[in-house]
């Protein structure tokens, strides 16, 4: 029976943490959902609220681990496929539940969370030469994906004022066989953002 939960008796503390991330995203992403079924805007909310509490969980993972000197690819792993979920998935299953339903919207949703795997696959395979021989990397190369909270920060706003569905912000156009809402352009400059190899943030 003690193989069976012996991965589990490996995580150290900071993978915790990095499940809690990921549960939140999971939980934002079935909120969506009920939304769409029940419409009730609670369910919405509580998805976005959802979000910002990921975003804390993954600040502290990486803390903790530095400071119990635990740091594992496993745990650099967990992480990045967390965030897929947290700040990928979920940030584009709101944004669809918000109204975004369009086949453009589709596509650009997609777009997003593409760069955010590829996003967080480069990192992966760069770390150690960003690392500059330490133990830390010095900057991000293109925007880190929790960035996207700030995509969720809007909705939630456009959300309260009751700006979701046919109220959405900036409406809707029609291009060729498909619909577009202009809102959602906003995750294309996201996601382009993070696949930039220009564009490079001090890590705090």
Not at 45 to 52: D, V
Request: aromatic letters at 12%.
């Amino acid at each position: 029976m003690s193989r069976h939960f012996s991965m589990i008796r490996d995580f150290q503390l900071a993978d915790w943490f990095t499940l809690g991330n990921a549960f939140c995203g999971t939980g934002a992403i079935f909120a969506a959902m009920r939304f769409l079924q029940e419409g009730i805007l609670r369910d919405l909310m509580i998805g976005m609220a959802l979000i910002p509490l990921a975003f804390i969980f993954d600040a502290l993972d990486g803390r903790v681990a530095r400071w119990r000197n635990q740091a594992s690819v496993l745990g650099r792993e967990l992480d990045s496929l967390a965030d897929v979920i947290s700040f990928g998935v979920a940030p584009a299953a709101l944004a669809y539940a918000c109204g975004m339903q369009g086949g453009w919207d589709w596509l650009v949703l997609s777009y997003f969370v593409a760069c955010g795997v590829s996003r967080l696959a480069r990192y992966n395979v760069t770390a150690e030469s960003l690392a500059e021989g330490g133990d830390k990397v010095k900057f991000f190369e293109g925007t880190p994906i929790p960035t996207s909270l700030l995509l969720v920060v809007l909705l939630a706003i456009a959300a309260y004022l009751g700006h979701v569905g046919p109220q959405l912000w900036l409406g809707v156009v029609k291009l060729g066989p498909w619909l577009l809402h202009p809102l959602v352009l906003l995750y294309a400059v996201s996601g382009t953002l993070m696949i930039s190899k220009t564009l490079r943030i001090p890590k705090p």
